[in-house]
T-cell receptor
Framework: DAGITQSPRYKITETGRQVTLMCHQT?????MFWYRQDLGHGLRLIYY???????DKGEVPDGYVVSRSKTENFPLTLESATRSQTSVYFC??????????FGPGTRLTVL | TQLLEQSPQFLSIQEGENLTVYCNSS?????LQWYRQEPGEGPVLLVT?????EVKKLKRLTFQFGDARKDSSLHITAAQPGDTGLYLC?????????FGAGTTVTVRA
């Protein structure tokens, strides 16, 4: 099915562990984005990518790493998870008409 | 610091009433987008406004973009329980979106 998928949907981890959140889109959109959503803050941009092998920092990039070896995949890695990274993470891709399509989100809890 | 300020943060109204959500910023945006988000799901685009002063209507929803392209409003006429959700405004510049904190709308039957 066409669309944007995220995995896992739920993840519980411990402080200091490495965690990778996966994002896959089937439209071949050039731009992809990672956001985190916390109460009272709306969505904040973590990293974005204009194309394969081109990534750049957003508003809150500290503690996160991204890669984009293929157009359709845009994984987000927390190198050493902290409690402050407990959040809901959304991946999105952008159509040429500037609409962003969001995945269903990954709810991450860091204990 | 939030680039876009949304107000009110919460809104609870009776079915059939009207409501307005505001989105204000000191920054100019190339476009302003409104999204609606249901619990457990990602945001879904409702509308994009591009031109200063633009008004767009989507059934009972009316969206306005300020003349200076810094602010916007969403007006819902005769709200229904199905309009319940989190409404988010987002300003776009250089392909990136800056979101407001959102307005949680509850329409009581």
């Amino acid at each position: 099915d066409a669309g944007i998928t995220q995995s896992p949907r739920y993840k519980i981890t411990e402080t200091g562990r490495q965690v990778t959140l996966m994002c896959h889109q089937t439209w071949s959109h050039s731009y992809m984005f990672w956001y985190r959503q916390d109460l009272g803050h709306g969505l904040r941009l973590i990293y974005y990518s204009a194309a394969a092998d081109i990534t750049d920092k957003g508003e809150v990039p500290d503690g996160y790493v991204v890669s984009r070896s293929k157009t359709e995949n845009f994984p987000l890695t927390l190198e050493s998870a902290t409690r402050s990274q407990t959040s809901v993470y959304f991946c999105a891709s952008r159509r040429s008409t500037n609409e962003q399509f969001f995945g269903p989100g990954t709810r991450l809890t860091v204990l | 610091t939030q680039l876009l300020e949304q107000s009110p943060q919460f809104l609870s109204i009776q079915e059939g009433e009207n409501l307005t959500v505001y989105c204000n910023s000191s920054s100019v945006f190339s476009s302003l987008q409104w999204y609606r988000q249901e619990p457990g799901e990602g945001p879904v685009l409702l509308v994009t406004v591009v031109t200063g002063g633009e008004v767009k209507k989507l059934k009972r929803l009316t969206f306005q973009f300020g003349d200076a392209r810094k602010d916007s409003s969403l007006h819902i006429t005769a709200a229904q329980p199905g309009d319940t959700g989190l409404y988010l405004c987002a300003g776009e510049n250089d392909y990136k979106l800056s979101f407001g904190a959102g307005t949680t709308v509850t329409v009581r039957a």
